[in-house]
């Protein structure tokens, strides 16, 4: 209907769309071993394969549907659902319009899952995230599940059903199987599927949560396929209180993000402000106040001005400490070995958050330490002293750097450029003293990694 309205073909429609989500991926810094598109002949040859596995196990049988479908949703719903619309027709939950569709259909039999389904819930409670999420679809499911319609004769678009081209697959059984077909499935040997599959997360969107807890691992036992180890739904943002709507003009565009705040302070925000997996209001004032404090004011802060005294007060070369005093090795033990198992532990259980928190937490320490110690004092009573706090900070914002890269990529980079940390260096694994700053070695002069976001004008200037 889209590509009817935009005179053009399906394919040509969708050609257009799908290059605006490739386009997101340089624009974003994002890295993914794959881009995977429904209407690729690997995905077809893999989604028809799950069809007759499906079928083979006697879990598709045909039929004829009858009943409310959103073609927005791409779903089916219960007269029980539907709610008034504003003008006194009936629409879906989710807002979308609906119509009264009948039509010969094949069916899958959902209905033989609810018991298998609530089990496997129950021996996996981590399997769909956040627990209210989790409770969610579990009360659904112990309403009983019925039979699904898994193909449509009303259109040709999709992929055709095995023996049977008068048929498409429908949506769902075509689009989750996405997951498969992108690791090589049917081939079980392929390497992508062998290490891949099962995938330790599915991240979706809170709309479509009933597919991929409820209809996907129903799809997955009939193929006597692994399930994946998490799903995990996300929510979503608001403006000022209000859900995005083109018709109110408040959408907020990625590109419009970067343009104003720049690409990593949007990362961060995004991933700090609200709990993963809750919905959250987006707000101008908000994202001034999160990245000046925590960027300009903390870390970008922390940074600049210790280099800044290492550079004028060390000859250009990271310091050589002497002894550590007690407040030394507490600020360099929980940056070193405490902070790492923390986030870790946080970022695996989606709580990003938080994980966030615990990084700035050793900001905050930092911060709190320079100012105790006060280093330029020291320049003028105990010189050696100096250096030794000064070493602690650059140690100690190596460590931040490194952990902090997978929210905030280029400007952690830039912090490891400015303490001239090796390239071979910068992953995890150099969380520790034998991967230390080597005293001596020359740094440049530093600059700001980022920029304070001034109001009024939104002009810039470097933190």
Known sequence: QAAKNADMTPQDFTDKVS???????????????????TTEERHKRGAQAVWNKLKENGDIYLGKYSGWYAVRDEAYYAESELVDGPDGTKIAPTGAPVEWMEESSYFFRLSAYTEKLLEYYEAHPRFIEPEARRNEVIGFVKQGLKDISVSRTTFDWGVPVPDDPAH???????????YITALGYPDRQAEDFQTFWPADFHVVGKDILRFHAVYWPAFLMSAELSLPKTIFAHGWWTVEGQKMSKSLGNTISPHDMVQDY?????????????????????SHDNAVARINADLANGLGNLAQRTL???YKNCD????????????????????????????RGLFDRFQIHRALEAIWRIVGDANAYI????????KKTDPARMETVLYVLAETIRCLALIVQPVMPESAGKILDQLSVPEDRRDFAALTADCGLSPGKAIDQPEGVFPRIVEGDRAQEVA
């Open 19 to 37: 290059e605006n989500f490739r386009a997101l991926t340089p624009l974003l810094n994002l890295t993914n071993d794959d881009f995977i598109r």
């Open 168 to 178: 498409v697959m429908y949506v769902w059984i075509d689009a989750l199987t996405n």
């Open 262 to 282: 720049g690409l990593d302070p949007s990362r961060y925000f995004l991933m700090r402000e609200v709990p993963f997996g809750n919905d959250g209001d987006f």
């Open 308 to 310: 800044s005294m290492i």
């Open 316 to 343: 250009a070369a990271l310091p050589l400490p002497g002894a550590f005093a007690p407040a030394d090795q507490a600020l360099l033990d929980a940056a070193r070995i405490r902070l790492l198992p923390e986030v």
């Open 371 to 378: 100012d105790e110690q006060a280093p330029w004092a020291l």
